[in-house]
């Protein structure tokens, strides 16, 4: 297990070296972590203060399984933009049995199936600096996503910045806090993804229906709000009760209105929501 022996020496020399500082003389940018951790998931990239990087993801199964892909190479820093150029790749292929030895591949070049992210936009919003890329990657969900996908949700939902999702962060040493987010730093084709302000909307009905799923019914709530295009709600944007206890996403959108798609067993046959109550996208 020598590429997990790597990760957890390189955690041990670098862990605590999280800050960003630069040299007037030089303009030698320190060691920087970047990472983010998912559920059997997760990823860190290593800017080393010797112009090179080390970007590792690893994912594993439930019952066993999984892989650690580390690639190393060399960057380029510029503004705003972060470029990483690959130059090898070990890759980790964790066994099913826990007794089986697992298989490794090392390689002098970076086959395009075994690629990374490798340009990133540099975000800054108070005490952290966010590298965001728009290829799409996979992930936990049924929709092609990039970074800008996953930060504008977390963003306009209001997890962010007190949480974070499948993209790379690092926390910076300044007290910064409160601010809001300057939208100018995302690139304009993604700006319209973020909310200047939380929607806020009313409930104005709702019918229960029944679809038929691999010869089995299902009941579900179609619950009709009176947002729509109009005010920037688009699909899959989550509106939530002022209680913050359950998401409703939305599954269409017209207009002047929007649906929410909510199966039977959610509410155990009975509707919990109610003509007139206010959902939000965020409500603080």
Same mark, same amino acid.
């Given at each position: 297990?020598r590429?997990?022996?790597?990760i957890?020496?390189?955690s041990?020399m670098?862990g605590?070296?999280?800050r960003?500082?630069? /040299?007037?003389? $030089?303009g030698?940018i320190?060691? &920087?972590?970047y /990472?983010y951790?998912g559920f059997? $998931?997760g990823?860190?990239?290593?800017?080393?203060?010797n112009?090179?990087f080390? #970007?590792?993801?690893?994912?594993?199964?439930?019952?066993?399984?999984?892989?650690i892909?580390?690639?190393f190479?060399?960057y380029k820093?510029?503004? *705003?933009? &972060?470029?990483?150029?690959?130059?090898?790749?070990?890759?980790?292929?964790?066994?099913?049995?826990?007794n089986?030895k697992s298989?490794?591949l090392?390689? $002098?070049f970076?086959?395009d199936?075994l690629? &990374?992210? /490798?340009?990133f936009? @540099? @975000?800054?919003?108070?005490?952290?600096?966010y590298?965001?890329?728009?290829?799409?990657?996979?992930?936990?969900s049924?929709?092609?996503?990039?970074?800008f996908?996953?930060? *504008? =949700?977390n963003?306009?939902?209001g997890?962010?910045p007190?949480? /974070?999702g499948?993209? &790379?962060?690092l926390?910076k040493d300044?007290l910064?806090?409160?601010e809001?987010? =300057?939208i100018?730093?995302?690139?304009?084709k993604?700006?319209?993804l973020?909310l200047?302000?939380?929607? *806020?909307s009313?409930?104005?009905g709702?019918s229960?229906?029944?679809?038929?799923?691999?010869?089995?019914?299902y009941?579900?709530? @179609?619950?009709?709000i009176d947002?729509?295009e109009?005010?920037?709600?688009?699909?899959?944007?989550d509106?939530?009760r002022e $209680?913050?206890?359950?998401?409703?996403?939305?599954?269409?959108?017209?207009?002047?209105?929007?649906?929410?798609?909510?199966? =039977? #067993?959610?509410?155990?046959n009975q509707? =919990?929501?109610k003509?007139?109550?206010?959902?939000?996208t965020?409500w603080?």
């Amino acid at each position: 297990m020598r590429i997990l022996f790597k990760i957890l020496l390189i955690s041990l020399m670098f862990g605590c070296t999280n800050r960003t500082s630069h /040299s007037d003389s $030089n303009g030698i940018i320190d060691t &920087l972590k970047y /990472s983010y951790k998912g559920f059997n $998931n997760g990823g860190s990239l290593y800017l080393l203060n010797n112009g090179k990087f080390i #970007h590792t993801k690893f994912v594993y199964g439930c019952t066993g399984g999984g892989e650690i892909k580390q690639i190393f190479g060399e960057y380029k820093r510029e503004k *705003s933009v &972060l470029k990483l150029n690959e130059k090898r790749i070990e890759l980790e292929i964790l066994p099913l049995g826990f007794n089986e030895k697992s298989e490794i591949l090392k390689l $002098n070049f970076v086959p395009d199936s075994l690629k &990374l992210n /490798s340009e990133f936009k @540099i @975000i800054n919003w108070n005490n952290f600096e966010y590298l965001l890329s728009e290829n799409i990657t996979e992930g936990w969900s049924f929709r092609e996503l990039n970074d800008f996908n996953r930060f *504008s =949700d977390n963003y306009n939902s209001g997890y962010e910045p007190e949480n /974070s999702g499948m993209y &790379l962060r690092l926390r910076k040493d300044s007290l910064i806090t409160n601010e809001l987010l =300057d939208i100018n730093q995302i690139p304009e084709k993604w700006r319209k993804l973020f909310l200047l302000k939380p929607i *806020s909307s009313k409930i104005i009905g709702y019918s229960k229906n029944q679809e038929i799923i691999e010869n089995e019914v299902y009941e579900y709530w @179609i619950v009709k709000i009176d947002k729509g295009e109009k005010e920037k709600v688009r699909k899959y944007m989550d509106f939530k009760r002022e $209680n913050g206890i359950m998401n409703f996403t939305i599954d269409s959108v017209t207009k002047n209105m929007s649906f929410i798609k909510i199966y =039977d #067993h959610t509410f155990q046959n009975q509707m =919990d929501l109610k003509i007139g109550e206010e959902l939000r996208t965020k409500w603080k």
